[in-house]
DNA sequence: CTGAAAGCGCTAACAT
DNA sequence: ATGTTAGCGCTTTCAG
C-alpha cells in the first residue's frame, strides 16, 4: 500500500530515474526497448506519478478552480459547465468550490487555492455583487490577485482593475422591460431582489430608464425588494396583489422569484398571461419546467463560463488582456407574458 | 511575484527555517517575542505555505473530491451540499469533479485524482449505476480503491465489496406505487428510465412487486422506457396519452420526466389530478416550482452526501467499516396525485 | 541515449 | 527554545 515511486520503477527496468521521467514525460528521445520496459513496469504497478512532486518542481498545477455562490441555483451549474468544458479543452482539471455565499467561506477557499497553487481562480458572486464591498474583502481579492491570476464573473471590485467578464443586466433588464410595454402594459412592476447587491441594482436601473424612456411615470412602489428565492417570489407577488391599482406585468430579478410570482398569482385565480404577465431572468431550466413557461433574459451561462475560462487561460499565459468582456444577454418570449388587457389600466 | 518561502521568512527573521514552521503549524513552543517577530514577517509578506510541499512530505492532502454525473441536475447539487458540509466539518476541502456521465471522462478524473493525492473520492453515477458495468471500467474502480479511499453513492460495483451508501429505490417506488393504487387507481404506469441503467430496474422491480402484491395484473406495456429529461417525459407521456386503455396514473423515473409528462398532459387537455395523477422521484426543487405542485419520493439528497462523506472520513482514518448503508426514502404528497375517477378504468 | 546530482518548499527527527 | 539535516517524489541541467 506504499506508494510506489519513481525509483522503484527505475531499479526494476534497471535504469535510472531520470530515464523513468523522460519516458513519462516524452521529454526525450528513449531507446525503443527500455522505453518498452519502463512501460510494462509502469503498467504492471499501475504507476503513477505523484502531481504533488511534479507540481512542486514546475510551479504549476495545471488546475483551475471555481468559487461560486450558490451551486443550488441552477444558473451556476451551467456557467460551471460551460467553463470546464473551456478549460479540458486548454489542458486544465477544473475544481468546483462552493461558497454558499458566504464571506468568510469565500476567504477560506481562496487561501486553501492559493496554498495549493492552483493555476487561476474563477469568482462568481458574493462579494463582488455587493453594491458596497467592504474594504478588506475587497482589499483580500486585490492582494490574491497579485500571486494568482484571478477573473471575477459577473461582478466586480470597483477601481480594483481585476479582469472580468459579465453579463450586462441593465440591458437585459431593458429588453424585459421593453418587452412588456411593447406589449400595452402601462403598470409594470419590479421584483425580487435585494438593495445592496449590484445584480438588482443593475436591474432597477434598466428598468426605471426603460420606463422613463417609454414615457410612463415611475410610481414609488412598483419596485418591490425582497429576496431571490421562490418562497420570497410568491410572498412579494401576494403583497403586490394585495395593492390596488395592481399592476399587469411584472418583471422578475430571477427565474426563482418569476416561478414564486407566477404560483401566486395562480393561487389568487389569476391567469397567466390574460390577467397578468411575467417575466423572469436567466433562463435557467426552470423556465422551460414550469406552465405556462417563462419568458425571461438568457445571460448565456454556458458562454460566460467558457469566456471566464479563456480570460484565465490567457492572464495564466502572461498575456495582460485587462478589458472587461461585456456579455449581451438576449430575450426569450414564451408563454408567460401577453398583450395587456385594454379594459384594465 | 516570484513566491516568497520559508525560507526567505526566516533569514528575515534572523532564526531558521525550522522555527518558522513550528509557528506556523502550532507544532512546538517558540518564544513568544520571536513568534510575533516572524508572524509580523509573515503578515507583512502575505505568505502563504506552500501546501504542495508540505503534502507531498506529510502524504496527505486534506483534500476530498466527488465524482458526479450531471451536475446540471439539481438532485446533484443538493448531494454535494450535504457532503460539502460534512467535509468542512472534518476539516477537508472538498472539491467538486463534472464527469458528464461519460465514462471516459470518469477514468480521467479517477485518475488525476489520484495523482493529486487527494485523501478520498466520493463517486456517484456513470459506471456504477449500469446494470451491466463492463469488466474494465469496474477493474479501474477496484484497482484504484487499493490507493485511495473511495465510496460509491447510489449505485455499486457488483461483487467489489466497495463502500457505499444508497437509497434503496426499490423502496421508494414500492411507495410510490402503493400511494396510487391505496387512491384507488388500477391501470398505472411507469414512465422514463433506460433499461441498462440500475437505477431504472429497481424502481420497476418495486413498481411490478408493489403491483403484484396488490393483485393488479402487470401489462406489458405499462412500462416506457426513454431517458431521464423533461423532454424524454414529455415525449413518452405524449406516447401514453394516445394509446387506448390509458392508466390514470404514472409514477415516473424522476422529477425531469415527471415534469415533461406533466406538461404533456396539460397540452392534451388534461387536469392534474383530476384526470391523471403523476409521482415523480428525487424531490428536486422542480418539484415545488411546478403547478400544481409535484408529490414525489424523496432520497434525502443532503444526508446521502453527509453520510458518504462520514463513510469515506471512516475510511481514511483506517477505520474498515465497509458495511453498505442503506438510506430510506419517504414519500411527499403534494398536489399531483388524487383519487382515481370512479367512472372510468 | 542515459546517469548523477541538485533542488522545488516544507517538516520532523535529532541535536544543542 | 532553536538550529541542522535529511528527505518527500519528481524534473532537469550537465556530463558522458
Redesign the interface.
Known amino acids: ?1 506504499t ?1 510506489i515511486t519513481i525509483y522503484d520503477i527505475a531499479k526494476e527496468a534497471g535504469v535510472s530515474s531520470a530515464t523513468v521521467s523522460r519516458v513519462l514525460n516524452n521529454t526525450a528521445p528513449v531507446k525503443a526497448s527500455t522505453r518498452a520496459k519502463i512501460n510494462a513496469i509502469i503498467e504492471k504497478h ?1 504507476f ?6 511534479r ?2 518542481l514546475k ?1 504549476e ?1 495545471g ?1 483551475i ?1 471555481i468559487i461560486m455562490p450558490d ?2 441555483n ?1 444558473f451556476f ?2 456557467v ?2 460551460g467553463a ?1 468544458n473551456e478549460a479540458r479543452k486548454k489542458g486544465h ?6 461558497s454558499a455565499g458566504d464571506y468568510s467561506r469565500e476567504s477560506e ?1 481562496l ?2 487555492l ?4 492552483v493555476d487561476g481562480i474563477i469568482f462568481l458572486g458574493g462579494r463582488i455583487n455587493l453594491a458596497q464591498c467592504p474594504p478588506e474583502l475587497a482589499q483580500e481579492m486585490i ?1 490574491l490577485s ?2 494568482v491570476p484571478i477573473v471575477l464573473v459577473n461582478g466586480n471590485i470597483p477601481k480594483s482593475g481585476l479582469p472580468r467578464v459579465f453579463t450586462d443586466e441593465a440591458k437585459g433588464a431593458e429588453l424585459a422591460t421593453q418587452h412588456l410595454i411593447d406589449l400595452g402594459h402601462r403598470n409594470v412592476a419590479f421584483l425580487g431582489g435585494l438593495e445592496p447587491f449590484s445584480t438588482t441594482t443593475a436591474k432597477v436601473k434598466g428598468f426605471r430608464a426603460t420606463l422613463r424612456r417609454n414615457g410612463i411615470p415611475y410610481r414609488p412602489n412598483s419596485v418591490l425588494y425582497g429576496g431571490f428565492s ?1 418562497t420570497d417570489g410568491k410572498t412579494l407577488m401576494s403583497r403586490l396583489l394585495g395593492m390596488e391599482d395592481r399592476p399587469s406585468a411584472v418583471f422578475c430579478v430571477n427565474d426563482f422569484t418569476a ?1 414564486g410570482a ?2 401566486a398569482a ?1 393561487e389568487h385565480g389569476l391567469r397567466i398571461p390574460e390577467d397578468i404577465s411575467i417575466v423572469g431572468f436567466d433562463d435557467t ?2 423556465a ?4 405556462p413557461e417563462l419568458t425571461t433574459v438568457t445571460q448565456n451561462a454556458n458562454e460566460l463560463g467558457a469566456l471566464s475560462v479563456e480570460l484565465l487561460h490567457r492572464l495564466i499565459t502572461k498575456d495582460k488582456a485587462r478589458k472587461p468582456i461585456a456579455l449581451e444577454p438576449r430575450l426569450i418570449v414564451r408563454k408567460s407574458t401577453g398583450p395587456a388587457n385594454r379594459s384594465e389600466g
Open positions: 500500500m506508494p499501475q503513477q506519478p505523484n502531481a504533488l512532486a507540481s512542486l510551479r498545477t488546475t478552480a451551486i443550488t441552477p451549474p451551467e460551471f459547465r470546464e482539471t477544473f475544481f468546483l468550490c462552493n477557499y487561501s486553501v492559493r496554498e495549493k497553487r492582494e497579485r500571486h421562490i416561478i407566477i404560483k395562480m431550466l426552470l422551460n419546467a414550469v406552465v
